[in-house]
């Protein structure tokens, strides 16, 4: 005879089984879709693992490899690659981010626009920005134009002439991530308030590598949120994250703050009637903060308006010196490789038309600058991983609408990401999607192409309203650079064992030397190269 407290045993462990096995294996609506692992449809520890080991994207894409354009990670968790019914369908479709982004891209306690979940707050101050950040305006900039000379012509270029005439090599990743950053700080700070960091090298390390380390202890308060939680109230967070960790934000926030400070001085000596140097106009400090304002004067808010511009320009500062200098340095790897050494020179032929040009407009349209930077940008995306969204509260069906493979009635809530990596590499739409190929963004004549099978798939810049809110200025950026270095240089391949790509969210080179293959520290190699100053330079 079974007692009562047996029976409610049996019955705790049938609905136990019901809702842990029986359900999300064979009755949910995500049951149909194929599982990356056999434990996925039963725990996300397997998805968990290799995003704490930072190899989530490149395992996530050999499972796309063999099991098709959506598949299963997790019990609640889907990834898809493709286009119809996949990219297109969630992130132009309405699909909200969720607390992942919140949780680590927070600054000073203020949600950036990237973190904001709700589309409309990120709407409203996307358009707060999104005209400092058109490509017409960038390409009309006087700051941004005089910025650009200085950077390049009077900070960068002597710094690699001496390299080039020490014949040592230069270690070409702190070169890149020292332009953008100095780039970027300036155009939004204006140039005497943000970084020198071409000029000021020890200072940019330190700053970079520390910002790098800081990024593979992020697994824990994005996949771990109420675990880590649940650590820091009981002052145990540092069995998981350092207490390091929380003092290098803390340093990047200070540093960053104090930009916007004096951002505020240059803004207040403008308004008593003392001349600005067009270079030093903070640009994207201005604009943000007179929208803010009026925005709070008209809905009466009494938020700090301090803190709320240094959140957005913070995420606005890191996030732009970081994709593009791990972008130019995968760039540079491959036109050093001795494979690549006729695209380099033909790099050279192009830019040695331009009769010491750097406008913006001059220099967009060469069609070989273009081609070998999208080729990177498409086979090297800075950020190849996971963007993950959640599904609304109507039913939805994903998957990939010109195979025919779609799955309908997907639930309220479910985790569903795609990534560039794995849509970069669709053999059908990049034939041979492992090979750094420019020639497939050019045309039979040399001129600049345009399939729009290709710029379907691109998403080196995200897509949809959320899209990457800088990338024209990125664009520039980087061909600026490009211009500056290969116009005046030729670079050698010397040290490139550290040019090994992060597995995870972000695809930095690993580099080589203090901390290991996943380390970083003062005195770590990326991507070491001679420069030779080339016989009829076009000065910098």
Same mark, same amino acid.
């Given at each position: 005879m079974i007692t009562i407290p047996t029976a409610a045993v049996l019955a705790l462990l049938c609905l136990a089984c019901y809702k842990f096995? !029986?359900?999300?294996?064979?009755?949910?609506?995500?049951?149909?879709?194929? !599982?990356?692992?056999?434990?996925?449809?039963?725990?996300?520890?397997?998805? @968990?693992?290799?995003?704490?080991?930072?190899?989530?994207?490149?395992?996530?894409?050999?499972?796309?490899?063999? @099991?098709?354009?959506?598949?299963? @990670?997790?019990?609640?968790?889907?990834?898809?690659?493709?286009?119809?019914?996949?990219?297109?369908?969630?992130?132009?479709?309405?699909?909200?981010?969720?607390? =992942?982004?919140?949780?680590? /891209?927070?600054?000073?306690?203020?949600?950036?626009?990237?973190?904001?979940?709700?589309?409309?707050?990120?709407?409203?101050r996307k358009r707060m920005l999104s005209n400092v950040y058109a490509k017409s305006t960038l390409q009309g900039s006087v700051p941004l134009t005089t910025q650009t000379e200085i950077l390049l012509r009077h900070r960068l270029h002597p710094r690699l002439k001496a390299s080039a005439e020490s014949d040592e090599p230069v270690e070409l990743y702190d070169v890149f991530s020292a332009v953008t950053m100095d780039f970027v700080s300036g155009y939004i700070f204006g140039l005497k308030n943000g970084?020198?960091?071409?000029?000021?090298?020890?200072?940019?390390?330190?700053?970079?590598?520390?910002?790098?380390?800081?990024?593979? /202890?992020?697994?824990?308060?994005?996949?771990?949120?109420? /675990?880590?939680?649940?650590?820091?109230?009981?002052?145990?967070?540092?069995?998981?994250?350092?207490?390091?960790?929380?003092?290098?934000?803390?340093?990047?926030?200070?540093?960053?703050?104090?930009m916007c400070d004096k951002a505020e001085d240059t803004m207040q000596l403008a308004k008593t009637g003392q001349q600005i140097s067009a270079e030093d106009y903070p640009t994207v400090y201005s604009q943000l903060r007179s929208n803010l304002t009026k925005d709070a004067a008209k809905h009466g808010q009494r938020?700090? @308006?301090?803190?709320?511009?240094?959140?957005?320009?913070?995420?606005?500062?890191?996030?732009? /010196?970081?994709?593009?200098?791990?972008?130019?340095?995968?760039?540079? =790897?491959?036109?050093?490789?001795?494979?690549?050494?006729? =695209?380099?020179?033909?790099?050279?032929?192009?830019?040695?038309t331009l009769d010491k040009s750097l406008s913006a407009k001059t220099i967009d349209g060469l069609p070989i600058l273009h081609a070998t930077l999208m080729e990177t940008l498409r086979l090297h995306a800075a950020i190849p991983g996971n963007q993950p969204r959640i599904t609304p509260q109507m039913p939805t069906s994903l998957g990939d609408a010109e195979a025919g493979v779609m799955f309908a009635d997907l639930p309220p809530g479910i985790r569903v990401q795609a990534q560039a990596w794995s849509l970069h590499r669709h053999p059908t739409v990049f034939p041979d999607p492992e090979v750094w190929r420019p020639e497939r963004w050019l045309t039979e004549d040399g001129e600049l192409g345009n399939d729009p099978k290709m710029t379907r798939w691109f998403w080196a810049f995200g897509s949809g309203g959320r899209m990457c809110v800088g990338s024209n200025l990125a664009m520039l950026d980087m061909k600026a650079t490009v211009v500056a270095i290969w116009g005046n240089f030729s670079t050698e391949l010397v040290d490139d064992e550290g040019m090994v790509p992060n597995g995870g969210y972000m695809a930095e080179p690993l580099g080589v030397g203090h901390g290991g293959k996943k380390g970083m520290g003062k005195g770590r190699t990326f991507l070491k190269c001679k420069l030779q100053a080339l016989p009829t330079p076009n000065p910098a």
């Open positions: 096995i !029986i359900y999300p294996t064979i009755l949910s609506p995500l049951a149909k879709i194929p !599982i990356a692992h056999w434990s996925c449809s039963l725990s996300p520890a397997w998805i @968990l693992y290799h995003r704490q080991r930072q190899d989530d994207t490149t395992t996530v894409h050999a499972a796309h490899k063999s @099991l098709g354009p959506i598949i299963r @990670l997790a019990p609640n968790e889907i990834s898809i690659n493709s286009v119809d019914g996949g990219i297109r369908a969630v992130y132009a479709g309405g699909f909200e981010k969720g607390s =992942w982004y919140s949780n680590v /891209f927070s600054n000073y306690g203020v949600q950036p626009m990237f973190a904001m979940e709700g589309h409309s707050e990120h709407s409203k970084s020198d960091f071409i000029r000021n090298k020890e200072a940019g390390i330190k700053l970079f590598h520390d910002f790098k380390a800081r990024q593979k /202890f992020t697994f824990w308060p994005q996949e771990m949120a109420a /675990f880590t939680k649940r650590l820091r109230a009981v002052g145990l967070k540092w069995l998981v994250v350092p207490t390091w960790v929380d003092r290098a934000n803390q340093d990047i926030e200070d540093w960053l703050i104090g938020d700090d @308006l301090r803190l709320n511009i240094a959140s957005e320009l913070l995420d606005h500062t890191l996030a732009g /010196f970081d994709t593009s200098g791990i972008t130019l340095t995968w760039l540079a =790897w491959q036109l050093s490789r001795p494979q690549n050494i006729s =695209w380099q020179k033909d790099l050279q032929a192009e830019l040695a």
